[in-house]
């Protein structure tokens, strides 16, 4: 095939999710504009991506604010961003071929031109493709660095994971059960979850809605108390948690999903002070500040889901013109595992 007919047979545009508005509160459809817009010439360098599946995460709420955070706010009546996984179809680097399975961060379109160092292969010879935005991508290495980088876990520790059925927490508790925790302890939204949870391994787990989240945990931990909590919740849980855990216990710190659409500033924990007598430590973090690990994590989780240590589920939505949606469903909690849309 000639340069000038390949070319003819490649998209000339793109068809993209826009943010309209910013939303008060909780996501409104209307915060949101599905657009076609020209895609650029490749420079040198340079590839053409397909997109297969994009993911959709909690933290991209926050991104919809025009405040000053650890990473910019979206722009107004442009694209959106986040993790995709796709096939390179065209190429002006000597490092990515035409077929190539990638990873790369601009999702939220049906196709994308980024420079191939933007980009990293999906090993699809270990999983398939879109496991590379959960457990072999972001997703894991959050849940690994979180459990044993930040909240330094070690084997016959009792752990807590709260928002457990979620993408990042299933991976937490499989993870401690994988590496010897003598108790992992879940929260989740739904019957329903709780009994996946307890089929991953968990050695209890509990529906928040049930009651208070304090006496559930309690009951759960027992007279042990826990060593360490995996919060993805905030309010409620990370005070229930502060009460449970012993002394010289740890948190790692990765989300706050009850407070992303809350209007009010939230009030901190009542017991904050137990951290003192207790000597807490209380760690916030961000996946981006540990890749140095993601060789050593890569290498773990790959074993893990071989032998089978390690599941992972996936709630699929279909087509890009429903990514909205499964934003604002993953939000409300909607999701078992990772939220992904297949376009």
């Not at 309209?20 to 504009?33: K, Y």
């Amino acid at each position: 095939m000639s340069p000038a007919t390949e070319a003819s047979t490649l998209p000339a545009t793109t068809r993209e999710i826009q943010l309209a508005s910013r939303p008060h509160g909780r996501p409104v459809p209307e915060n949101f504009r599905l657009a076609e817009t020209a895609l650029p010439g490749l420079k040198d360098g340079q590839v053409l991506v397909r997109n297969l599946f994009i993911s959709v995460d909690p933290y991209m709420r926050g991104r919809m604010n025009d405040v000053k955070s650890y990473s910019p706010p979206f722009a107004l009546d442009a694209a959106l961003d986040g993790g995709a996984v796709g096939e390179v179809i065209a190429s002006r680097s000597a490092d990515r071929a035409v077929g190539d399975a990638v990873v790369h961060s601009l999702g939220w379109r049906e196709y994308a031109v980024l420079d191939a160092g933007a980009t990293a292969p999906a090993r699809t010879d270990l999983a398939p493709a879109p496991a590379f935005l959960g457990a072999l991508g972001m997703t894991g290495l959050t849940a690994y660095a979180g459990l044993l980088k930040v909240a330094g876990f070690t084997s016959g520790e009792v752990v807590f994971v709260s928002g457990a059925a979620g993408a990042v927490g299933s991976m937490v508790g499989q993870i401690a059960k994988a590496l010897g925790a003598s108790r992992v302890i879940g929260s989740a939204g739904s019957p329903e979850k709780v009994a996946r949870l307890l089929e991953l391994g968990f050695d209890a787990a509990f529906n928040y809605h049930d009651g208070p989240v304090a006496g559930q945990l309690a009951a759960a931990a027992g007279e042990r108390g826990i060593d360490v909590y995996f919060d993805n919740v905030g309010g409620d849980h990370l005070e229930a948690a502060l009460s449970a855990l012993t002394v010289g216990g740890r948190v790692a710190m990765c989300g706050a999903i009850s407070q992303y659409n809350s209007t009010a500033p939230a009030a901190a924990p009542r017991n904050l002070a137990l951290a003192i007598g207790k000597q807490l430590t209380l760690k916030g973090f961000l996946v981006s500040g540990y890749g140095q690990h993601r060789a050593e994590f890569v290498q773990a989780m790959s074993g893990w889901l071989a032998d089978g240590a390690v599941r992972y589920d996936e709630t699929i939505v279909d087509g890009l013109e429903n990514a909205p949606q499964a934003f604002m469903d993953l939000l409300d909690g909607a999701n078992t595992g990772k939220m992904l849309v297949r376009l």
